[in-house]
């Protein structure tokens, strides 16, 4: 599979493990604000997969193995190489767009996934902007379903930006994942020069203030088991 980067160890990718951290590069959306663009636009320099399965062999103290990305699930290897890293005996998480529910599908029905993290961009009328016209949001639809029926954990987040999130756009992300257990709002990086495309944000002012974002958390605790700002 390709690899774009690798972290031995964090204690903040999976929820009370620790974890190191697997990049694979390359993606199917072009959020301005992401600030991964040498993963997007595949300039990482690549990792073989030897150095980590060498890494893993001596355990380090881990608990578990994170996938992100980029977007995983567009890498055509990873069904098998998710099936390697669960021979090792590490529990699994993946971090994953929901732009491919076949995938997930598959990943969920072969038990390889212990815990999966969903970004939901904005709401399904909103995705075309960052995914192309020729996505199909309901793709986003799908994948929601899935995950809350299928994956043993969980938990559905969004970056608040404008115009991406706004309360109305809130409310209508809320009732795609309603019954959710966990729901994370991430406020955006301002490293503006570190994200995918800089020129975005010089011409409005496309983050939200610390009372806009407490604002929609209240709008978001509605709709879910658990509402946090991370």
Known sequence: MDIGGFQ??????????????????????????CHNPSLVNRTAKPVRERTIFSFLKKRELLDGVVITGGEPTIQKDLISFCQKIKETGFSLKLDTNGSNPDVLKELFKQKLIDFTAMDVKTDLKNYNFLAGKK???????A???????????YEFRTTCLKPFVDEKIIENIGKLISGAKQYALQPCSEK???MMTPDFFKTKDRFLT????SSIAVKAEFYVQKCLIR
Do not use: R, W
């Open 135 to 141: 996505f199909d949001p309901q793709k986003i639809k």
């Open 8 to 33: 031995k160890n964090s204690m903040s990718d999976y929820p009370n493990k620790i974890a190191c951290v697997i990049f694979t590069p390359g993606c199917n959306f072009h959020c301005p604000y």
């Open 192 to 194: 503006i020069s570190q």
């Open 210 to 213: 610390t009372q806009e974002l």
């Open 143 to 153: 994948s929601i379903s899935l995950i809350m029926k299928k994956s043993p954990d």
